[in-house]
């Protein structure tokens, strides 16, 4: 059987295992092995070879020791309340308009989202704290909990964004200036969910009452309880900009002042910190297993030379770049009814990124069409945790709810998802809009 049939025969019995709901990084893992010894005659000692410097190779790479900074910044502030100062100074300025708080839940995901890098945990988060405000409004079960599961996407959006990281990494791409390029799309998100929001309560005005109008005394105490949480994000953020700091340099800063700040705030004691630690540990450990079974995974995959193959025939083929670029976004949208963002960026990128990287879009260079593409499929992939039938947001989301059966929780979605296409098809004919800070700032 010729490499590009045993290729095909790897990714049919992936699609299998993952719809069976097998560990994603232990499938890839087994799938790879299978390929890699397939292609070897069966040959163990390649094999053994090869996985003696596998894990080395990967974790080595000192641009992962992001990852883990990042992750612990994000407990930090999940137990020390950070979540709830940001909550409440939003709503204190847009609360008393109608959906108001619900615009103040999402611009709280946003905040959020600056010092977490996850969405899931972005989501579990503001849902703890915004859905009894919700509740105590009369807000409806689909606005609530359908303004929630799609504020949680901007925890990837709104960088830091550990899918971006994975991204640089796989791509050899810089990590600050894809954050950097993440910025403007990611505020289009916010505020795009912010407009669909006031759409569905002026046809239903039911659905989002107006709260109460905060004292200004109020207002301005609520913004000086999240200015040490911006202070954070500037320091992170304008760290890696501004080439004082390099990505780890500038996350290890973060999670130190996150930590300092929930313990001097009084919102985490000792148990907290553990809890922090422990839950870092955790994700980090999930995302290291993954990354390995996807380079195992790919291993096996270049020695069938499928991707390269798949590459070739794209570009030999004579269709339009667009229309290629429009079939891989709507691959990953499929690709987000079994898996993760994470997953799918690891299994993807080393078949689709150079089939991208040579062809041609607007005149972009090529370090540019990186970026680009990296943006794209970091906004096509969050559709996944917002759409059916694995949509981990709308399940976090609605467990968190109780009351609000699942099947309101995705009508209530569903005006956020047209938001999301709107955005994706004004990035993909647009790049400017994520390459726009990268030429002025990014050199």
Known sequence: MSGIGIGVIMFGILLVMLVLRLHIGITMFLVGAGGFLTMNGGDLSPFLNMLKNLAYARLSNYDLAVIPMFLLMGQFATHGGLSRALFRC??????????????????????????????????????????????????????????????????????????????AVLTQESIGKLFMAAVLPGLIAMFGYMLVIRIIVTLKPEAGPAGPRVPFAEKLRSILNVFPVALIFMVVIIGIYGGWANPTEAASIGAAACGILAVVSGGMRLAGVKDSILGAAE?????????????????????????????????????????????????????????????????????????????????????????????????????????????????????????????????????????????????????????YLVRTFGG
Not at 97 to 120: D, E, H, K, Q
Not at 125 to 144: C, D, F, N
């Open 90 to 167: 939003v709503s204190s300025l847009v609360g008393h308009w109608r959906g108001g708080v619900a615009i103040a839940s999402t611009g709280a995901c946003a905040g959020f989202g600056a010092i977490c890098g996850s969405s899931l945990a972005t989501a579990a988060t503001m849902g703890q704290v915004a859905l009894p405000e919700l509740k105590r409004y009369k807000y409806s079960g689909a606005l609530a909990t359908g303004a929630l599961a799609a504020g949680g996407t901007l925890g990837i959006l709104i960088p830091p964004s550990v899918p971006l990281v994975i991204y």
């Open 283 to 435: 994700a980090t450990a999930m995302i290291f297993l993954v990354l390995l079974g996807a380079d195992m995974l790919n291993t096996g995959l270049a020695l069938t030379q499928m991707p390269a193959e798949l590459a070739n025939w794209v570009k030999d083929s004579g269709m339009s770049p667009l229309l290629v670029l429009t079939a891989v976004l709507v691959i990953y949208v499929f690709l987000g009814c079994v898996m993760d963002a994470l997953a799918m960026i690891l299994l993807t990128i080393p078949i689709f990124y150079p089939m991208i990287m040579g062809l041609e879009f607007w005149d972009l260079s090529q370090g540019e069409k990186s970026i680009w593409f990296g943006i794209l499929v970091l906004m096509v992939v969050e559709i996944g945790l917002v759409h059916p039938p694995v949509g981990m947001n709308i399940y976090i989301i609605n467990k968190a709810a109780k009351d609000v059966p699942l099947t309101e929780t995705f009508k209530g979605v569903m005006p956020f998802l047209a938001s999301d296409l709107m955005r994706i098809v004004l990035l993909l004919f647009f790049p400017v809009i994520s390459l």
